[in-house]
């Protein structure tokens, strides 16, 4: 069979709330080539045969991190996934786990949002500098205490990975304590108080299981797993140093 008449079974979970009730599975023919990302199977679905199917995208390269969903049950980045992997098929392709589906592919991204703001996702300064003073200077070893947890595109594969998260959605999650972890370990971030909140209370770090698949299934090799047992000692600490500090106080 030559490379133009190949074809694969694409089989879509499909939720049109103005028609369904219940999301419904529905089954695609697609011609492919073995360069062809999933995305660019769906985009061919969406083309030629049915344009009301709804997905997002935008880069196309791994970068922007909106192109997430399960492939035959594994959360993946369908731009850097390709049909070739999956002949002769067929695929299964549904919306992220765990989050509410808007439409087809599409979730609703608000909860991970919010979290993703409660904890400060920026560089707090320590005290304030005036711009003559020059920029913040950090030694290479400083850097490598926070790069790999910056490499973060908030795809939110960790989360539909993450089994507690799928058991109590109100879990800070991996993606956002990797960021919390990001930004405490930066020499240059005066913040950590105010996250610190957020790690130590119910829902933050003590929740995580350590199951480890969100570790595995992220695309940029961020480790959430590593930034989670780091935040478990620095919790830790900060629990041990408030008990020290508040018999001090007491004495
Ligand atoms: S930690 Fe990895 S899987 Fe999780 S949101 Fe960030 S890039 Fe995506
Ligand atoms: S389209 Fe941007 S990460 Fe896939």
């Known amino acids: 069979m030559s490379e133009l008449q190949k074809s694969i079974e694409i089989q879509v979970l499909r939720f049109r709330p103005e028609q369904e009730s219940e ?7 697609v011609p492919y080539t073995d360069d062809m990302s999933v ?3 769906l985009q061919q679905i969406k083309d030629d045969q049915d344009g009301s199917l709804t997905f997002r995208w935008s880069c196309r390269m791994a970068i922007c991190g909106s192109c997430g969903m399960m492939i035959n049950g594994k959360p993946e980045l369908s731009c850097q996934t390709f ?6 098929g067929p695929i299964r392709i549904e919306a992220l786990a765990h989050f509410p589906i808007e439409r087809d592919l599409v979730v609703d991204a608000g909860l991970f949002v919010k979290k993703l703001e409660s904890i400060k996702p920026y560089l707090i300064p320590k005290e304030p500098r005036a711009l003559s003073e020059g920029e913040y200077l950090q030694t290479p070893e400083q850097l490598e205490q926070y790069e790999q947890f910056s490499s973060c595109i908030n795809c939110m594969l960790c989360y539909a990975a993450c089994p507690q998260f799928g058991l109590d959605n109100g879990f800070t ?3 956002v304590l990797a960021l919390l972890h990001r930004y405490n370990a930066d020499s240059r971030d005066g913040g950590r108080g105010a996250r610190m909140e957020i790690l130590n209370a119910e829902e933050g770090v003590w929740s995580c299981t350590a199951v480890g698949y969100c570790s595995e299934v992220c ?5 959430p797993a590593n930034a989670v047992n780091q935040n478990k000692v620095n919790s830790a600490k900060d629990y041990f140093l408030n008990l020290v500090t508040s018999r001090g106080d007491q004495s």
């Open 173 to 175: 999650g991996p993606g």
């Open 83 to 88: 049909l070739r992997e999956f002949a002769p």
């Open 23 to 29: 999301p419904v599975w529905e089954s695609f023919n």
């Open 39 to 41: 995305l660019q199977g």
């Open 219 to 223: 695309p940029k090799h961020v480790d």
